[in-house]
């Protein structure tokens, strides 16, 4: 069985400054694990994934995070924020060769002042 | 390419009546799958599918049915519906590239309201 956890429901940065947003896993398999992006009344987009090829992932817009087995861990960080990075993000996992099967966290609303 | 399609994007509902809820894929992938989002807990996986003919429950199937008859169309139908049921409902597709890794695309969700 797979489950993720984000700490964090909200998180508020001011312009140009480092996005952390933290997520732990739990998997008894291999994991397969995801960052996606939602924007206000869209779907999701994905961010970033890792399988596994490296630890250290570079996405889109800038994000990259890194895979810890040691500390089951896939922080999502980006260098300096923008006010266009406003919007929700969301951890997820697949166990294995699950195909089609996410777990998904809770949700991060990522919030970037002026 | 279209990608995932959903429709309707609104849908207003009375507790008991019943609806399918439209997604196509025009990408041929082989899964696909219902999930639901709620304000705090993320998205639940509902059922999904590994191909045509072939499905199976996720995390919350109660009071849903899906049926997967050719590889582009996955509908979900909600046979009695309950205010439970009020949420937004993303259909996601996606294949298998052989190295173990994929990349689920999503639709852009029907928000349902059950009174």
């Known amino acids: 069985a797979q489950s993720v956890t984000q700490l964090g429901s909200h998180v508020s940065v001011s312009e140009g400054a480092l996005v952390l947003l933290r997520c732990n896993y739990s998997?008894?398999?291999?994991?397969?694990l995801f960052w996606y992006v939602q924007y206000p009344n869209q779907g999701l987009q994905l961010l970033l994934k890792?399988?596994?090829?490296?630890?250290l992932v570079k996405g889109i817009n800038g994000f990259e995070a890194e895979f810890k087995k040691s500390e089951t861990s896939f922080h999502l960080t980006k260098p300096s924020a923008h006010m266009s990075d406003a919007a929700e993000y969301f951890c997820?996992?697949?166990?294995?060769?699950?195909?089609?099967?996410?777990?998904f966290g809770q949700g991060t609303i990522l919030t970037v002042h002026p | 390419n279209a990608g995932v399609t959903q429709t309707p994007k609104f849908q207003v509902l009375k507790t008991g009546q019943s609806m399918t809820l439209q997604c196509a894929q025009d990408?041929?992938?082989?899964?696909m799958s219902w999930y639901r989002q709620d304000p705090g807990m993320g998205l639940r996986l509902i059922h999904y599918?590994?191909?045509?003919?072939?499905?199976d429950q996720g995390e919350v199937p109660n009071g849903y049915n899906v049926s997967r008859s050719t590889t582009e169309d996955f509908p979900l139908r909600l046979l009695s519906a309950a205010p439970s049921q009020t949420s937004v409902y993303f259909c996601?597709?996606?294949?298998?590239?052989?190295?173990?890794?994929?990349?689920?695309?999503f639709g852009p969700g029907t928000r349902l309201t059950v009174l």
């Open positions: 996601a597709s996606s294949y298998s590239s052989g190295r173990g890794t994929d990349t689920q695309y």
């Open positions: 998997s008894s398999v291999p994991p397969y």
């Open positions: 890792y399988t596994s090829a490296a630890t």
């Open positions: 997820a996992v697949r166990g294995g060769t699950s195909y089609g099967k996410l777990t």
């Open positions: 990408m041929n992938h082989e899964y």
């Open positions: 599918s590994v191909g045509a003919g072939i499905t």
